[in-house]
Nanobody, 119 residues
């Protein structure tokens, strides 16, 4: 299974973007999906998670502004980002833990999508 992240771009502060993370194959079972972000010279920072049971959590830095969701029929996870701030500028990665397609299970990182917030 591969994950393809998309939807990044350049947006003004206060604006919105929606990121998508699509799996290359239908996943019959998965444990949880996450969004992370990374800026140059810094470690990857956890942003949000959603479990297969629908439990959702956010980092304090994005709580109230970002919304994580999923569409199982489309094999896609989303991150709706609103009220964007310059501090949200980063490369955003999706990560899937315990993704199973058929008898094959793996933990998978997507390739990243750049989000740039201008003032």
């Amino acid at each position: 299974v591969q994950l393809q992240a998309s939807g990044g771009g350049l947006v003004q502060a206060g604006g919105s973007l929606r990121l998508s993370c699509t799996a290359s194959r239908r996943m019959f079972r998965w444990q949880y999906m996450n969004w992370y972000r990374q800026t140059p010279g810094n470690q990857r920072e956890w942003v949000a998670s959603i479990t297969s049971g629908g439990m959702i959590s956010y980092s304090d830095s994005v709580k109230g502004r970002f919304t994580i969701s999923r569409d199982d029929a489309a094999n896609t996870m989303y991150l709706q980002m609103s009220s964007l701030q310059r501090e949200d500028t980063a490369v955003y990665y999706c990560f899937g833990f315990g993704l199973c397609s058929g008898s094959e299970c793996s933990d998978v990182w997507g390739q990243g999508t750049q989000v740039t917030v201008s003032s």
